[in-house]
């Protein structure tokens, strides 16, 4: 099932690198919610978390070298959802599963909505006004390096259905 449709409307935000990352992180979200059984959907769940590490992670890297205003707090609000996903992976495989699903089927997309549109799109304003291509490409290289993101951009055609 799609518990969640990507439109350029809802969440782009003009980043392609950030845009095509939540991208991902949307499809994931869904891969989740169509898992046929609980085995398949620790295996979607764990995809997903690794995902958000380095989407995160990722982002972080972005905020300290461009000494971004908001940084502590969009860097502590992500912390605060690994941990809050790491704790609902846990749950995942046992009588707790339904939790877990529902947490990633409503809760998780809900609070990703509010944070693309507010720290997410405050990041991208910030990047769109502060770099130019050749120091976006030098920071994004730093970033990927930091966030343990190879080669990205090989992928991108299996961006849709
Ligand atoms: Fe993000
Ligand atoms: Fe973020």
Same mark, same amino acid.
């Given at each position: 099932?799609?518990?969640?449709?990507?439109?350029?409307?809802?969440?782009?935000?003009?980043?392609?690198?950030?845009?095509?990352?939540?991208?991902?992180?949307?499809?994931?979200?869904?891969?989740?919610?169509?898992?046929?059984?609980?085995?398949?959907?620790?295996?979607?769940?764990?995809?997903?978390?690794?995902?958000?590490?380095?989407?995160?992670?990722?982002?972080?890297?972005?905020?300290?070298?461009?000494?971004?205003?908001?940084?502590?707090?969009?860097?502590?609000?992500?912390?605060?959802?690994?941990?809050?996903?790491?704790?609902?992976?846990? $749950?995942?495989?046992?009588?707790?599963?339904?939790?877990?699903?529902?947490?990633?089927?409503? $809760?998780?997309?809900?609070?990703?909505?509010?944070?693309?549109?507010?720290?997410?799109?405050?990041?991208?304003?910030?990047?769109?006004?502060?770099?130019?291509?050749?120091?976006?490409?030098?920071?994004?290289?730093?970033?990927?390096?930091?966030?343990?993101?190879?080669?990205?951009?090989?992928?991108?055609?299996?961006?849709?259905?």
């Amino acid at each position: 099932m799609t518990v969640m449709t990507w439109s350029d409307e809802t969440y782009a935000l003009g980043v392609d690198r950030m845009d095509d990352t939540h991208r991902e992180f949307v499809e994931l979200v869904n891969a989740c919610d169509s898992a046929a059984d609980k085995a398949a959907f620790v295996a979607a769940f764990k995809a997903l978390l690794a995902h958000t590490e380095q989407h995160f992670a990722f982002e972080d890297s972005l905020m300290q070298q461009t000494a971004f205003s908001s940084a502590e707090e969009h860097i502590g609000e992500h912390r605060k959802v690994l941990a809050e996903m790491a704790q609902f992976l846990k $749950r995942a495989g046992g009588p707790m599963s339904a939790f877990a699903r529902e947490y990633v089927r409503a $809760r998780l997309p809900e609070w990703f909505g509010i944070h693309a549109s507010t720290m997410d799109s405050a990041l991208a304003f910030h990047l769109k006004g502060t770099a130019d291509a050749e120091a976006l490409a030098a920071l994004y290289a730093s970033a990927d390096a930091a966030s343990g993101i190879t080669a990205k951009g090989a992928d991108a055609t299996s961006a849709t259905a």
